[in-house]
């Protein structure tokens, strides 16, 4: 029996095409060193269905205790350490083979809440982890000119906005 596995378009995996840039660990360690969380995970835009083709990447944003759960049969791996903050990554390459998640020893970052609409003086929060990673993360990724570049909102590209009109 001949087995093989191959990646889209016969590429190779594609952190390790990142990796190769060193511009790509140096916004990492950007990151990790300008914010205040526990740990950090790198997310392929891959996992999010209506993320923009164009923009394809990585996002880096704070690890979240109940992240896993929200985007549904994901795995996750430690990556490296950046000023003694651990940053774990979610494979692109879907693995079937489930690490223990108890035996990573993982410090969680704490719950975190966003305010997603002002109506009417009444204020409207969201808990989702999914949504809060999405608002506190950044966006690595080559733009069409081939240049590795860094995105501070990436929410903006897969949220909607929220409109709150006043009738009276």
């Given at each position: 029996?001949?087995?093989?596995?191959?990646?889209?378009?016969?590429?190779?995996?594609?952190?390790?095409?990142?990796?190769?840039?060193?511009?790509?660990?140096?916004?990492?360690?950007?990151?990790?060193?300008?914010?205040?969380?526990?740990?950090?995970?790198?997310?392929?835009?891959?996992?999010?269905?209506?993320?923009?083709?164009?923009?394809?990447?990585?996002?880096?944003?704070?690890?979240?205790?109940?992240?896993l759960a929200e985007l549904k049969d994901s795995i996750i791996i430690e990556f490296c350490e950046v000023s003694h903050k651990k940053i774990y990554v979610i494979p692109t390459i879907k693995n079937k083979?489930?690490?223990?998640?108890?035996?990573?020893?993982?410090?969680?970052?704490?719950?975190?809440?966003?305010?997603?609409?002002?109506?009417?003086?009444?204020?409207?929060?969201?808990?989702?982890?999914?949504?809060?990673?999405?608002?506190?993360?950044?966006?690595?990724?080559?733009?069409?000119?081939?240049?590795?570049?860094?995105?501070?909102?990436?929410?903006?590209?897969?949220?909607?906005?929220?409109?709150?009109?006043?009738?009276?």
């Open positions: 029996m001949l087995i093989f596995a191959c990646n889209k378009k016969g590429e190779k995996d594609e952190l390790n095409v990142y990796l190769e840039n060193k511009h790509f660990m140096q916004a990492i360690n950007m990151y990790v060193t300008t914010t205040r969380y526990d740990s950090y995970v790198i997310l392929p835009t891959n996992h999010l269905f209506n993320f923009d083709e164009k923009k394809h990447g990585f996002l880096l944003g704070p690890l979240y205790k109940d992240f083979k489930r690490n223990q998640k108890e035996a990573l020893n993982i410090n969680y970052c704490n719950s975190d809440s966003f305010l997603i609409a002002d109506y009417n003086g009444k204020e409207i929060y969201t808990y989702s982890n999914l949504i809060n990673f999405l608002k506190r993360a950044i966006l690595i990724y080559y733009n069409e000119k081939h240049f590795l570049t860094i995105e501070s909102h990436p929410d903006t590209i897969v949220l909607p906005k929220v409109k709150c009109e006043y009738i009276d």
